[in-house]
């Protein structure tokens, strides 16, 4: 069977200010969307290593680190960039139309 993908729309683009995140919780997704340079880029909220909201952590650059452990992530790519972190981030693939920004996921 062929998957599909649905968009949901998350914030406008002034909803994040640039070098900044913030956190959307919809349709049973915790997620943090970040601005960089005027590039949005959207990844799972919470660190893989442990309870921490990564759209409360220290953006440098393409890197956010975690307010937790101060692990790291690159936003662009889910990478793990510094330890304590092991785990890759879950990224989503951006849209954004007009004002609005999306993601879009493969429906199950």
Known sequence: ???TCARIALCRKGDVAEGQAIRIEK?????????????YFVTDDTCTHGPGSLSEG????????????????NIR????????????LKTYPVTVEDDEVSINVADE
């Open 1 to 3: 069977m062929e998957k």
């Open 27 to 39: 349709n049973g997704f915790v997620l943090a969307v970040f601005n960089l340079e005027g590039e």
């Open 58 to 73: 220290c953006i440098d650059g393409d890197t956010v680190e975690c307010d937790f452990h101060n692990g790291a992530f």
């Open 77 to 88: 790519t889910g990478e793990v960039v510094a330890p304590p972190c092991m785990i890759p």
